[in-house]
């Protein structure tokens, strides 16, 4: 299991968000993560990635414990998160978004001064890496544009870009393909099941029927707890998942 | 007399641009409201003030300035960056109000209201007569030196952690950068730049008082940073020359022009000031040069 949680708990003023969700994933898995608006899908994404701290249970990443680590933190170890609502760096170019998202270049102070020809070596090569990633994705000639003037759809691909840019061991997709067109969105849950060799997946989506394409397993949240689970066959039989999600 | 008058203009412009580029570096780029910039040059002047006239070079004041600098800027960084932005203004404008406080009530150490006189002007007897010439000269070579060490800073991979904090802190730290240690980097190398603007000042006027190091400064480098253009060090030069050549040519024109219903020409200078200012942020927010998009890869 490369992510353990077990009865999280979290609450904004007196409303229980999150009444002691618990789920597991499995190492190079797709796993889906279903539930009506406001069923406490996001919350459990921000717990799990730092950016709230819950009152109560525990998050496991690759058997170490995280509970209360700083989200910076975890993204280090390579657990990585997109938002729901897109959130990049408007002031910096397409390019310099994804540059930003490599984990591998050596951003120190001192870096500046001493290593200039290291960094600008290593630059080169995420360019390149960037490039291949935004064709993809299919906003490559948007490279020198400013993230903010992108229109919705773009941005939300450009995450999708920086979070494969960041090369992390497990990712957290909050509706990654929200807005974007039909055809597109398919052949990024096909990049995403290529990249399953190499990372685990959360995803959060409202579109069941691609979860049930791609995902290996599926966990369905219905206020602040998981109310079943089981591979999209099962789901689609599951008389509770009629009745809270599917809308029966 | 008019020659002198050019060369104390642009000597001021200098000082001021490096002090710009300091603020630019920290809030321009990072997004660091600091309200307390006076503060750490204050603490470069009295520094080097302190020093050199118990007999230090003036090699080793100015790096002593910019130590302390960098301490203050630590202690003001440490407990306030992992807060809120607007917590930082707060606590800055505090810190500048302290410090000011502490020069003024500690004769002992910093002669009080009087100030510390007779501060000595580096080689000076070397060019008697052209001493301005020659200040200025070093006031430019270190302006200089900022510019391009402010620019590589920017055009970095640090650099860009730095702008990419500007637009959402909480996004950076998502990709695991510890967006605080970034900050607090930013925070205190604008403390430093800021100490040499400081120590340049003590020489160039040879006495300072605490009523030189007033909140206004830090306002006027402020208005200097917003019209020139946040984010560009280019543009925040350009606003040094327009705005201090205007402050220094409106005081030396008053004595030859009348001003209407008996006005007097220091407020006016002010309401000008103002009113560029307010004019700028309405029509032209990003200042005169705009932020340059960034050339990437490297
Ligand atoms: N920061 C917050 N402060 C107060 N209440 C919050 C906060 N974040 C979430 N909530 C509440 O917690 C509940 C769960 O919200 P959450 O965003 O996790 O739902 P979701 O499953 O992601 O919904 P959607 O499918 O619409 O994105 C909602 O009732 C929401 O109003
Ligand atoms: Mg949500």
Redesign the pocket.
Known sequence: MILEIDGIKKS??G?V?LDGALLEVRNNTIVGLI??????????LNVISGFLVPEGGSIRFNGMDITGFRPFEIARLGLCRTF?LTRLFRRLTVLENMLLASRTQDDSLGSVFISRKKLALHEKADAKRAADILDFLEIGHLGNEYAGSLSGGQQKLLNLGMMLMSEPGMVLL??PVAGVNPSLANRIFEKILKEKEHRTFLV?E?NVDVLMNFCDYIFV?NR?RIVASGTPDEIQCDETVIEVYLGG | MLLDYALDALIYTGIYAILTISLNLEAGCTGLMNFGKVAFFATGAYTTALLTTSGVPVIFSAIAGVLLSAVFGLLVALPTLRLRADYLAIVTIAFGEILRMFLHNEDWLTGGPIGIRGIPQPLYQYFDGSYLLFYLFIVFITLVACYFIAELVINSPFGRVLRAIRDDEDAVAALGKNTFLFKTQAFVIGACIASIAGTLFAHYLSFISPDMFLPTLTFSIWTIMVIGGRGNNLGVITGSVLITVFERGSRFIKDYIEMPFGLEPYNVRIIVIGLLLILFIIYRPDGMLRERKSRSPL
């Open positions: 904004f003023g409303l968000a539930g009506p608006n406001g069923s406490g899908k996001t919350t459990l729901q909050d509706e959060v409202h949240m602040g």
